[in-house]
């Protein structure tokens, strides 16, 4: 009668029958308690909740999922409990109540930790870290799997549906062999036989464990590292910014409107091209030349009688393909301006030059400012007590980038030989969008 009335329910929806389906699919899923059939009820259960979700009535879906937590048969069965409790999370995350999902979530997977049900824990930790990441709160997703890591090792020896049924039957039916022939066997013999099996079911499970562990906890740090990247990528130098706007004041307090609109019209859009870059490791080269352009630009409004500068661009670089980090040179290019070119006397030169080399771009920054150890004894005591942020963040950058994508960043900065000035190379392996 109950998979009558379902299949009568499927007709009345293809020919858009709501109410009449929804009765029908009542019906069925009531004949079926009654029938003491729960996995049929279960089921006609979910197509109700189903039939309501596509058709928007998501009250009337979480209704009928509560309906059913509240049957024996689930609220007897803990791992169909936390089925249940997850599917009515997702009824909530598609009615838009991330909050109730959230909440609803971390009560499934209390449950399932509670009672030893490993999958339906994880299953509960992913769709936590999948509404974590769209609120963008990384500590707490972080916690979650510091929380699941911590109770695995204890949850995976209490969760039976883990191992394996037919080793299990295997045993039990050589245990059964070996009693009916122990007038033929020796006792030693039977000891050593359960001592082995114990043995290698034992070990399995503890080399299954231990790669488990191992392959979470390199995902685990993968995304660890790429949270620090990105946290690192959005960070700007404040003291570059502190400057500008000093900059802006001073083109205003000498009644220069016109300088000061030109100049809050540059870092306004050099702001707004960091800003859409942030959310990417690599940007087209052609984006990074735009943003160094006008970085250059605002800078030598600021110090108009302290240097000049030329950029060159190999011929041989596609400047859309080719992907680089972004705002990756910006900093070694301030620590010119600032450290080196801004205290000579006369005007001084900056070259920034981007060459390709076999299947590697190299980047070189030179200038003939005063130099790095000159720089360092002009520093007040309170400048040598600062730590450069910029420089830090830029090689800390470096490290995760090479770590994380392979591309062999190499950075070298050194005082010129002959004459004054910093030299800065870089060189890094060169991929394009398209590969």
């Known amino acids: 009668m109950a998979a009558g009335y379902s299949q009568m329910a499927d007709i009345n929806i293809q020919q858009r029958n709501i109410p009449k389906a929804e009765e029908?699919?009542?019906?069925?899923?009531?004949?079926?308690?009654?029938?003491?059939?729960?996995?049929?009820?279960?089921?006609?259960?979910?197509?109700?909740?189903?039939?309501?979700?596509?058709?928007?009535?998501?009250?009337?879906?979480?209704?009928?999922?509560?309906?059913?937590?509240?049957?024996?048969?689930?609220?007897?069965?803990?791992?169909?409990?936390?089925?249940?409790?997850?599917?009515?999370?997702?009824?909530?995350?598609?009615?838009?109540?991330?909050?109730?999902?959230v909440n609803l979530l971390k009560n499934a997977y209390a449950i399932a930790i509670e009672k030893g049900h490993t999958l339906e824990?994880?299953?509960?930790?992913?769709?936590?870290?999948?509404?974590?990441?769209?609120?963008?709160?990384?500590?707490?997703?972080?916690?979650?799997?510091?929380?699941?890591?911590?109770?695995?090792?204890?949850?995976?020896?209490?969760?039976?549906?883990l191992v394996d049924n037919k080793i299990l039957e295997d045993t039990e039916e050589r245990i059964s062999q070996l009693e009916k022939e122990k007038k033929l066997k020796d006792e030693l013999i039977r000891k050593k036989n359960v001592f082995n099996y114990s043995l290698i079911g034992t070990l399995i499970l503890l080399l299954g464990l231990i790669g488990f562990i191992f392959w979470t906890l390199k995902k685990v740090q993968i995304k660890n590292k790429k949270i620090a990247l990105q946290s690192l990528r959005r960070e700007m130098n404040p003291h570059f910014?502190?400057?500008?706007?000093?900059?802006?004041?001073?083109?205003?307090a000498t009644n220069n409107e016109l300088e000061a609109n030109q100049y809050l019209t540059k870092f306004s859009k050099l702001m707004r091209g960091v800003m859409e870059n942030s959310t990417e490791d690599f940007i087209p080269f052609q984006q990074e030349l735009d943003l160094l352009q006008n970085y250059l630009a605002l800078e030598k409004t600021r110090f108009a009688d302290k240097f000049d500068y030329e950029i060159h661009v190999d011929e041989g670089l596609n400047m859309q393909s080719l992907q680089v980090p972004g705002m990756l040179v910006q900093p070694f290019l301030?620590?010119?301006?600032?450290?080196?070119?801004?205290?000579?006397?006369?005007?001084?030169?900056?070259?920034?030059?981007?060459?390709?080399?076999?299947?590697?771009?190299?980047?070189?920054?030179?200038?003939?400012?005063?130099?790095?150890?000159?720089?360092?004894?002009?520093?007040?005591?309170?400048?040598?007590?600062?730590?450069?942020?910029?420089?830090?963040?830029?090689?800390?950058?470096?490290?995760?980038?090479n770590d994380l994508y392979n591309r062999d960043i190499q950075c070298k900065i050194t005082d010129k030989k002959n004459e004054p000035g910093v030299l800065v190379e870089l060189s890094l392996k060169t991929v394009s969008s398209n590969k």
Request: charged share 30%; proline share 2%.
């Open 24 to 101: 029908n699919l009542n019906n069925a899923y009531q004949i079926s308690k009654e029938q003491a059939a729960p996995q049929q009820a279960l089921e006609i259960n979910q197509k109700l909740t189903d039939f309501y979700v596509d058709n928007k009535k998501f009250d009337k879906a979480i209704e009928a999922k509560k309906k059913v937590l509240k049957e024996d048969f689930v609220k007897e069965n803990t791992e169909e409990k936390v089925n249940q409790i997850q599917e009515l999370a997702d009824i909530y995350i598609k009615k838009n109540d991330p909050q109730e999902a």
């Open 121 to 161: 824990a994880q299953k509960s930790v992913q769709k936590l870290d999948s509404l974590y990441n769209v609120s963008e709160n990384t500590e707490a997703s972080m916690q979650l799997y510091r929380d699941f890591l911590g109770k695995l090792p204890i949850l995976v020896s209490k969760d039976r549906s």
């Open 241 to 252: 910014i502190f400057n500008s706007l000093n900059s802006v004041n001073q083109f205003i």
């Open 334 to 401: 301030e620590n010119a301006i600032w450290h080196g070119l801004r205290y000579r006397t006369e005007k001084g030169f900056l070259k920034l030059s981007f060459e390709k080399l076999d299947h590697h771009l190299k980047i070189i920054i030179e200038d003939n400012g005063i130099g790095i150890e000159e720089s360092k004894k002009q520093k007040t005591q309170h400048q040598k007590t600062r730590q450069g942020r910029g420089m830090k963040n830029t090689l800390e950058r470096i490290a995760l980038l």
